[in-house]
């Protein structure tokens, strides 16, 4: 009975931690689902962020992943480290304790089995020992009958002589078989069942101290951990006292700082003379409504009335900084890379129909049209205004106005705007593959699993695939090893 409560003990516990792990599981998937929630996402996010309290509320929801998936450590952690061992061991305790069950079942039916043969033993010599008696009595009645004859007194002596030979046999049986039994129930109290006892005990020993361990596991799995989830911890008060609010002050004048000059006085119209002054630059005719500024408005914008409303230095500043930006998608070789490889997709798909519809491409290749050419005609608006700027001198980024790409695609393509082509795109463009961004190892990974690498702490890895919500992220090493390693292990290079 005690060995089947410590049984139960131990898978009791097995349960729990189980629970515990699936607690740990659930809390990370959370964490992560709030972190994803609310990270950033858009253009108008990303300019926010330059800001130190927005930058630092990003701070925090990176190192909440992080401690996210510490949390996932620790619950595959306890179920390898605690539940599958003990699981083993519980097993295997059955299945011992069993065994002893048995062996002292079988030493107890062996000692009754030879009881029951010493009690009949026991019976026989009773019984023959009264026959015995009884033949004895006979024959000295024949003996003392006046009327017996000799033939009948010795043929009751005869009998009486032999009843008295079974029973001594049967005495002696009787004595040689209670002094095996007490023998063998001397063995068995004293030998075999102390013996059995011990073996139970020093598995019940076992069952305890695998137990212990187990507990001990379950606060060392967390105590492994702390130290990353310190980091991260510090790494949210980090965040925090990163944040600066009169630089942010400043970033906000810098960003928002229009360079308009105030409004000049209104001029003093004197009508009791009946003569409007030559000099005043004021007249009955009201003033133009776009002159005047009003920043808290909200039907106002700033940019709307870029032209008009920015003074020369503001426009010059604006421009110079917003051509490059123009030019730089007019002047990327992505454009090139992505257009021959179209056109030749196109051809591919028209020699071989069989492995695509050359129509299907025929939507992308519009769009790229119509996104060169809107680019295009951004460039041009803003060359114009930068040469007003200017006042008229040559512009230091001349306008390419050439549209014989755009003229040549457009006048093959069809108005398909509802086709999907991109992931007949990827396809053919899986072989080549590119890192999407740098790391730094914050500690060292042993990859002993099938498609994990190990890194060492400070490595510079190569981000192949981001982490898609389950704690892992695949990386290509400097020396061309690759493979996945835990999100939390590393940091993003800025």
């Known amino acids: 009975k005690h060995t089947q409560s410590g049984l139960d003990l131990l898978d009791r516990y097995i349960k729990f931690v189980k629970e515990r792990s699936e607690i740990e599981q659930n809390y990370a998937k959370q964490l992560r689902n709030l972190t994803k929630k609310y990270a950033k996402r858009g253009n108008r996010e ?21 401690y996210a998936g510490q949390r996932e450590l ?19 305790f059955k299945q011992e304790r069993k065994m002893h069950l048995a062996d ?7 000692l009754e089995s030879s009881f029951k043969h010493l009690e009949n033993t026991k019976k026989r010599y009773a019984k023959e020992w009264a026959e015995a008696e009884k033949a004895s009595q006979q024959a000295e009645k024949a003996e003392c009958e006046v009327y017996a004859t000799k033939v009948d007194v010795e043929k009751a002596k ?12 049967c005495r002696n049986d009787y004595a040689a078989e209670l002094q095996k039994y007490n023998k063998e129930q001397n063995n068995h109290y004293y030998t075999d069942i102390p013996q059995l006892l011990n073996k139970l005990q020093g598995m019940d020993e076992r069952r305890i101290r695998s137990l212990a361990d187990g507990y001990c596991k379950f606060s060392d799995i967390e105590k492994k951990v702390l130290p990353i989830i310190s980091k991260c911890l510090e790494g949210i008060s980090a965040a925090g006292t990163k944040v600066n609010e009169k630089q942010d002050s400043i970033l906000v004048i810098e960003q928002h700082k229009s360079g308009f000059e105030p409004p000049a006085d209104v001029d003093f119209e004197d009508y009791s003379q ?20 009003w920043p808290f408005s909200k039907k106002h914008k700033l940019c709307s009335d870029l032209k008009q409303q920015l003074n020369k230095c503001s426009q010059k500043d604006f421009l110079k900084h917003r051509i490059p930006q123009t030019l730089t998608p007019l002047s990327s070789c992505f454009i090139t890379f992505v257009s021959e ?20 491409l025929e939507p992308r290749i519009l769009e790229m049209t119509k996104d060169m050419g809107r680019l295009r005609g951004e460039l041009a608006k803003y060359e ?3 040469s007003e700027a200017l006042g008229g001198e040559e512009s230091p980024f001349p306008v390419n106005n050439n549209t014989e790409y755009g003229t040549s695609m457009s006048s093959r393509v069809t108005h398909d705007p509802d086709a999907n082509i991109y992931a007949e795109f990827d396809e053919e463009f899986d072989e080549i593959e590119s890192p999407i961004g ?42 061309g090893d690759e493979g996945y390693i835990p999100s939390s292990y590393v940091k993003l290079a800025s």
């Not at 002292?104 to 062996?110: G, I, M, S």
């Not at 510079?460 to 919500?469: N, Q, Y």
């Open 46 to 66: 990303d300019q926010d962020c330059k800001f130190s309290n927005h930058a630092s509320f990003q701070e925090i929801l990176n190192e909440l992943n992080d």
């Open 74 to 92: 620790i619950a595959e952690n306890l179920i390898t480290g605690i539940c599958v061992d003990l699981l083993k061991k519980l097993q295997d």
């Open 104 to 110: 002292v079942k079988k030493a107890q039916q062996n």
């Open 158 to 169: 005869q009998h009486a002589h032999a009843r008295t030979h079974t029973a001594e046999e």
């Open 274 to 293: 009946g003569i409007k002054s030559a000099t005043s630059e004021s007249s009955l005719n009201p003033p133009k409504v776009r002159g005047l500024i």
């Open 341 to 360: 490889a179209l056109e030749k997709m196109k051809g591919v798909y028209e020699q071989n129909p069989q492995m695509g519809d050359p129509s299907s």
């Open 384 to 386: 114009t205004w930068l």
């Open 438 to 479: 740098q790391c730094t190892a914050l500690y060292s990974f042993e990859g002993n699993s099938e498609g994990t690498v190990s890194i060492k702490e400070g490595e510079l890895l190569s981000i192949m695939e981001e982490d898609k919500g389950d704690g892992w992220m695949r990386v290509l090493r400097a020396s």
